[in-house]
């Protein structure tokens, strides 16, 4: 194992280190009896840890005795490991609840004719609950109507079943070959309504990002206590993970704002 002089100055070690652990042929004393001193004579990396080694002063009762010490700390490539991974696994986890708030907020109508606003819409097919956008082909013909063409035809009366059990409100027309949803303007109260409902969604989009960003904290409290990650460590890492939670809470404010301007636009 190669070994490299190391100033008693040098920072960029030390700072990542945890609180020192001595190896001494000394019987251990109390911690409140044990302080370690001294300058750092060299210094070496393994795959698990920065080896340091310092000639300290341990003072046990008042009386100091010279003795070597081994510090054992994480190195900077591990620390960045564990960010990425935690990092990573809090942006999927924000992304998918992105997703979750467009999808609520696609399901919502508009009074203009939006394939989306069929999303949520399940069919009973052949005993089987299915997304109606896999059995059917959904086009707008114009701003105000939907047209809902099976790939089936035997399926138009459970897809009719479908659309009037659903909160859409809509009232499906069956010509025997597709079925035509006329889309009708909203009263000024009910996009006040609406925009209340989706005012909701975006906040339980951010409690969602939140409990995210409260996980990926628990990760790395995890490693502190593990002895991988100092206390600084964690503060560290916790103050770029507030930052991809900041982005992620603009996110959802962005398309709040999208969604209540498409509500109260008549």
């Known amino acids: 194992m190669a070994m490299s002089s190391l100033s008693p100055a040098t920072s960029s070690v030390r700072s990542i280190c945890q609180q020192p652990r001595i190896t001494a042929k000394l019987r251990t004393p109390p911690k409140s009896l044990l302080s370690l001193q001294g300058n750092l004579l060299s210094w070496s990396s393994s795959a698990n840890y920065v080896k340091l080694r310092a000639r300290n002063t341990i003072v046990v009762k008042g009386l100091p005795q010279k ?3 081994t510090i054992k700390c994480a190195t900077m490539e591990e620390i960045e490991a564990e960010k990425f991974l ?8 924000m992304e998918k609840a992105i997703d979750s708030v467009l999808s609520n907020f696609n399901s919502i109508r508009t009074g203009r004719s939006n394939p989306a606003m069929l999303d949520k819409v399940e069919v009973e097919y052949y005993g089987s609950p299915v997304n109606l956008k896999t059995i059917a082909q959904i086009s707008t013909p114009d701003s105000s109507s939907l047209l809902i063409q099976p790939y ?4 138009l009366k459970a897809i009719e079943k479908a659309i009037v059990n659903s909160d859409l409100g809509l009232t499906p027309s069956n010509d025997g070959e597709m079925i035509r949803l006329s889309i009708p303007q909203l009263t000024s109260d009910r996009r006040k309504e609406l925009s209340k409902i989706v005012s909701k ?3 339980e989009g951010k409690v969602a990002i939140r409990n995210i960003r409260r996980d990926a904290i628990k990760s790395y409290d995890k490693l502190e ?3 991988k990650l100092s206390e600084d ?3 560290d890492l916790s103050v770029d993970l507030q930052k991809v939670t900041d982005e992620y809470m603009k996110k959802i404010d962005t398309i709040f704002k999208q969604k209540e301007k498409e509500l109260l636009t008549v």
Not at 86 to 93: G, M, Q
Not at 152 to 155: E, F, G, L, T
């Open 152 to 155: 089936d035809k035997s399926s």
């Open 67 to 69: 003795r070597n010490a």
């Open 233 to 235: 460590n964690v503060k």
């Open 201 to 203: 969604q975006a906040e």
């Open 86 to 93: 935690i990092e990573k696994n809090a942006r999927e986890r």
């Open 225 to 227: 206590k593990e002895k």
